[in-house]
């Protein structure tokens, strides 16, 4: 019997239980997760609690940042899977490849092209792996997608079209946290549109290689809401009587699990998890379009709006033999919120059913347009979550559509956002290739054409209403 990995897990935010949930669940005989390590020791003893309570097991040995070398000695760590604040990403990714492990990472990879440029060099230095978490290109409706593609049901694609929404409760919550700060996550652009771009270079098996764009903050922040005629402000969410009838407000008090993850942990590190999306010191932008063109020949036109009454996404591909429309709508998620009071981790991969609605409707030239039925699955991200944890902890499966993302993918993924907030500031394009170094790399792309091998029945259509 192949033995199994050793994990650790550095980053105690909300992210990090989809990791802890499946070592300690569904992928327990994969791997062993064996540390954790954050700076904040109550969020650390909150997840050592909540894992004894529904795993029945010890805790885990916890370390702060500058302990990080150490825990990855003492317990002998193969992969250590990095779900800190985003521009942290590359501190603890290197850290670990010098160390001699492997990192998993949550998307983004990082957040400006210096940090991006590090991992590559660090990489190429330590010869050691990186694998960014895109758990999108798992979702069976985005699968389907690159298998449309693949298999060239509109021949070549010319031109995409797409427009991401999220909602008034789920884009809100970008600016509540320290998301609202550039620094930290790189804005929407990045933090948010990673998963876009990523799934755009992927459907397309290609890469960006110019982009421009226009974006700012049109919605949210307090002066936006003044010349709208809000009058009563607050700083933060809990306790303010002012938030009381905001339907943007938080109130940390209001949930175990915030309160225990985000609240009663600020004395450790001031990090406030209810800030007001109506106050001042907000740098990133809530409306952003971007032009893209890429290697492949394509064209795309991309906006994110933050502030939508419906989330989802419509995304048109045009090609030289028809069009490929599809449109996906989502449940809107706040990261630490119980969706259950009953079940404090719902967060669990298998603890989903994905209901929300998906079309996908095929135009050919000269002939009569049909749909194409819409697989559904269980798991978070439209059902990519689950799929994605299997590859990471099992990797036992032939994937013809190339799902996996290493740190090359994972760069190309983040270096469209990149350039779009340089244009933001510039007023001009950018030429992505000039970015980063991908020297001595292996840039090759996914596979664009369905191989024969993996050859099967054709999406099955039905007649378009």
């Given at each position: ?9 550095v ?12 070592l ?15 700076l ?27 302990q990080?070398?150490?825990?990855l000695?003492e ?7 990095v779900?800190?604040?985003d ?6 990714i290197?850290r670990a490849?010098?160390a ?7 998307k983004?990879?990082?957040v400006?092209?210096d940090?991006?440029?590090q991992?590559?060099?660090a990489?190429k ?10 758990n999108?290109?798992y979702a ?6 690159k ?7 509109i ?5 995409v079209h797409?427009e ?12 509540h946290?320290?998301h ?9 652009m990045?933090?948010k549109?990673?998963h876009?771009f ?10 960006p ?11 949210y ?7 709208r ?11 303010h009587?002012?938030?009381?009838d ?30 007001s999306v ?12 971007v032009?893209v ?9 991309y ?33 630490g919120?119980d ?19 998906a079309?996908i ?6 002939t ?21 944890l ?9 994937d013809?559509?190339g ?8 760069a190309?993924?983040i270096?469209?956002?990149?350039a ?15 970015l ?24 099955e259509a039905?007649?378009?209403?």
């Open positions: 019997m192949t033995e199994r990995k050793r994990y650790a897990v980053g105690a935010g909300g992210r990090s239980e989809m990791f802890t949930n499946a300690l669940g569904q992928f327990k005989q994969n791997g062993e997760l064996l540390a954790m390590c954050d904040n020791q109550v969020r650390l003893n909150y997840h050592n609690k909540r894992m004894a309570d529904r795993f029945g097991i010890e805790p885990l040995p916890t370390y702060k940042p500058e990080f070398e150490t825990m000695r317990h002998r760590i193969d992969t250590v899977i779900t800190t604040m521009r942290t990403h590359h501190t603890y290197i490849l010098e001699g492990c492997d990192a998993i990472t949550e983004p990879m990082t400006d092209d940090k991006c440029q991992i590559l060099d990489v230095r330590t010869g050691r792996q990186v694998r960014v978490t895109f999108y290109r069976p409706r985005n699968s389907k997608i298998e449309l593609l693949m298999r060239g049901v021949g070549d694609v010319k031109s797409f991401w929404l999220l909602d008034t409760k789920h884009g809100a919550d970008y600016f946290r320290w609202r700060d550039k620094r930290n996550s790189g804005g929407l990045v933090h549109a990673t876009h990523d799934l755009v270079n992927w459907w397309l098996s290609s890469s290689v110019r982009v421009f764009a226009l974006g700012e903050l049109a919605f922040g307090r002066e936006n809401a003044e010349q005629g809000m009058t009563k402000f607050y700083d933060r969410g809990t306790g009587p002012n938030a009381k905001c339907p943007f407000a938080i109130d940390l008090s209001s949930q175990d699990r915030l309160r225990e993850m985000y609240l009663e942990a600020e004395k450790e590190d001031g990090y406030r998890r209810d800030q109506f106050g001042d010191g907000i740098s990133i932008e809530d409306d952003m379009s032009l063109k890429y290697a492949s020949g394509a064209n795309m036109t906006h994110l709006t933050a502030y939508a009454p419906w989330e989802g996404y419509r995304i048109a591909f045009n090609g030289t033999k028809g069009r490929l429309e599809y449109e996906v709508e989502e449940k809107s998620y706040v990261s919120e969706k259950d009071q009953n079940r404090p981790d719902v967060r669990d991969a298998e603890a989903f059913t994905v209901t929300e609605p079309r409707l095929i135009r050919p030239h000269w009569e347009p049909y749909k194409v039925n819409v697989e559904s699955g269980g798991g978070g991200h439209g059902g990519g979550d689950v799929r994605l299997h590859d990471i902890f099992v990797g036992d499966q032939v013809p559509m799902r996996a993302a290493d740190h090359v993918q994972g190309r993924s270096l469209t956002g990149i779009a907030n340089r244009s933001f500031m510039t007023g001009e394009p950018v030429d992505v290739t000039r980063v170094d991908f020297t001595g790399h292996d840039v090759s792309l996914p596979p664009s054409v369905w191989p024969a091998e993996a050859d099967c029945e054709p999406a039905v007649a378009a209403s």
